[in-house]
């Protein structure tokens, strides 16, 4: 069966501070990868999808990267934090060709002081 | 631009009675709708979708309704249980988007004994 790891599950950092993520998809093969954040308040926005290694889309300008170095690890980074990149953070997973039934992690809560 | 719109941000029920979860969208290339369950501190999890070439879609308990013309969906929990109580978040897709998913804000529901 498929898992998907995340982690670390609670997360506080100063502003000015950098950030990784890291997710990890256990018993699927090749699978497409997304970040989504959930900020206070709002819904799940989609910050970025891949469909493979080294491919990676970003659907809003932020201040955060995301990495696929190998078929089922996605990382999330950023070089300086700000304030209102805190949320709650998820990693989910997709079989490939109609993407909708996403499987998810169980999130990273980001807090920024 | 809210592409996806859950307006109640909370709903209360007696344990037995009728939940409704309604959820709006706007761009009438969807064709694909989903909902999704979050309990705190967790990722979501599938709960039950929809065609955009059915009108009705029943798994156990839980019912999703479609209006295309009012753009408009909702879920139905019959009965309510306390272990509904969740944050319940609507999601859209165009296949024309490749699949990815658009999220309402969620409605948190809860289900008193």
């Known amino acids: 069966s498929q898992t998907i790891h995340q982690w670390p599950a609670t997360l506080v950092q100063p502003v000015g501070s950098p950030l990784s993520l890291e997710c990890t998809v256990e018993g699927t093969s090749n699978p497409n990868l997304y970040w989504y954040r959930q900020a206070a308040g709002r819904g799940l926005q989609l910050l970025f999808y891949s469909v493979g290694i080294g491919q990676i889309s970003s659907e809003v300008p932020q201040n955060l990267s995301a990495s696929r170095p190998q078929d089922r690890q996605f990382i999330l980074s950023s070089k300086k934090l700000l304030l209102s990149d805190s949320g709650f953070y998820l990693c989910?997973?997709?079989?490939?060709?109609?993407?909708?039934?996403?499987?998810f992690g169980s999130g990273t809560q980001l807090s920024v002081l | 631009d809210q592409q996806v719109k859950q307006n109640s941000p909370s709903l209360s029920v007696q344990e037995g009675r009728i939940s409704i979860l309604n959820c709006d969208y706007t761009n009438s290339m969807f064709d694909y709708f989903l909902w999704y369950k979050k309990y705190p501190a967790e990722g979501p999890t599938f709960l039950i979708s929809i065609s955009s070439i059915k009108d009705k879609n029943e798994d156990g308990r839980f019912t999703v309704f479609l209006n295309k013309s009012a753009k408009h969906l909702s879920l139905h929990i019959v009965p309510s249980q306390p272990g509904d109580s969740a944050v319940y978040f609507c999601a859209a897709s165009a296949v024309s988007n490749t699949g990815k998913l658009i999220f309402g804000q969620g409605t948190t529901l809860q289900v008193k004994p």
């Open positions: 989910a997973w997709s079989v490939l060709g109609r993407n909708e039934k996403l499987f």
